[in-house]
Nanobody, 116 residues
Framework: QVQLVESGGGLVQPGGSLRLSCAASGFSFSRYVMNWYRQAPGKERELVATITSTAGCLNYADSVKGRFTIARDNAKNTVYLQRESLKPEETAVYFC?????????WGKGTLVTVSS
């Protein structure tokens, strides 16, 4: 059974930092490209960061470059998203996604609220 379970969400003050984790199981994690998406209230889901299977290539949305870092640990079947200098408009549900060939798996998301 494929599972992607996000954790690490919560309330953080503007300018603060937070690390999200996504634990994967039920598939060959190391063979998949991993993505983090987010969906703010009333907005469409957007791609935030991507990391290839061997972490040889990282990509970020322009809005988060220099503040967010995606990383993976294939031994632990886990992908991370470290976020710095958070802004109130980045309040959103953050989703983990695994993509490989025709397969496309999603987690249920974790809510991050950026507010004072």
């Amino acid at each position: 059974q494929v599972q992607l379970v996000e954790s690490g969400g919560g309330l953080v003050q503007p300018g603060g930092s937070l690390r999200l984790s996504c634990a994967a199981s039920g598939f060959s994690f190391s063979r998949y490209v991993m993505n983090w998406y987010r969906q703010a209230p009333g907005k469409e889901r957007e791609l935030v960061a991507t990391i290839t299977s061997t972490a040889g290539c990282l990509n970020y949305a322009d809005s988060v470059k220099g503040r967010f870092t995606i990383a993976r640990d294939n031994a632990k079947n886990t992908v991370y998203l470290q976020r710095e200098s958070l802004k109130p408009e980045e309040t959103a549900v953050y989703f983990c996604n695994a993509r490989g060939g025709a397969m496309d798996y999603w987690g249920k998301g974790t809510l991050v609220t950026v507010s004072s």
